[in-house]
T-cell receptor, first 112, second 116 residues
Framework: AQSVTQLGSHVSVSEGALVLLRCNYS??????LFWYVQYPNQGLQLLLK??????LVKGINGFEAEFKKSETSFHLTKPSAHMSDAAEYFC??????????FGTGTRLTIIP | SAVISQKPSRDICQRGTSLTIQCQVD?????MFWYRQQPGQSLTLIAT?????????ESGFVIDKFPISRPNLTFSTLTVSNMSPEDSSIYLC?????????????FGSGTRLTVV
């Protein structure tokens, strides 16, 4: 069955530390992969996407993600966390049927 | 990428009533999607709306409860019918611009619904 898993519903990092948010998927076909961010009381904003080009994808606000087919993963990273990065992050996958399937989300807290 | 205007941004409704949410896109799009985000939860797809055809509903969602209209390529409505407190959620519309490789999926700012 096709699914998206985000490990860790809550992640806390210190300001300036590395941010790592994990996303794994299950699919027999190459998917399209997305990371979205949701700030409090706002809609979803696209951070970055993988669409079968370069496996290392750079997005907005200093975030990047690497598609690893062998690990069926698409983890989101940022070298140095900023207070403004505190938000909910969603990994989403298009399994080739026009729809997006979302992971359960990870709430990122930045410790001053 | 497309720009979506979603209205209302929030509402408080009495149980047993209905609310219609509007989604206006600034460009023509083939597919529009409606999602529900329950408090503290992720997004769940309610239905996919194509212009000129009946909406396709996901498992657990029915047309009588969530009727959808798609009169043209830039507009859609979702109605939440006969509401109960369990319908309190954020409802979001989304579009895929036809060029997933370039634009991804764009989301409206959401409608925060509270049923009392």
């Amino acid at each position: 069955a096709q699914s998206v898993t985000q490990l860790g519903s809550h992640v806390s990092v210190s300001e300036g530390a590395l941010v790592l948010l994990r996303c794994n998927y299950s699919s027999s076909v190459p998917p399209y992969l997305f990371w979205y961010v949701q700030y409090p009381n706002q809609g979803l904003q696209l951070l970055l996407k993988y669409t079968s080009a370069a496996t290392l994808v750079k997005g907005i606000n200093g975030f990047e993600a690497e598609f690893k087919k062998s690990e069926t993963s698409f983890h989101l990273t940022k070298p140095s966390a900023h207070m403004s990065d505190a938000a909910e992050y969603f990994c989403a996958v298009n399994f080739g049927n026009e729809k997006l399937t979302f992971g359960t989300g990870t709430r990122l807290t930045i410790i001053p | 990428s497309a720009v979506i205007s979603q209205k209302p941004s929030r509402d408080i409704c009495q149980r047993g009533t209905s609310l219609t949410i509007q989604c206006q896109v600034d460009s023509q799009v083939t597919m529009m999607f409606w999602y529900r985000q329950q408090p503290g939860q992720s997004l769940t797809l309610i239905a996919t709306a194509n212009q000129g055809s009946e909406a396709t509903y996901e498992s657990g969602f029915v047309i009588d409860k969530f009727p959808i209209s798609r009169p043209n390529l830039t507009f859609s409505t979702l109605t939440v019918s006969n509401m109960s407190p369990e319908d309190s959620s954020i409802y979001l519309c989304s579009v895929e611009g036809g060029l997933v490789l370039t634009y991804g999926y764009t989301f409206g700012s959401g409608t925060r619904l509270t049923v009392v």
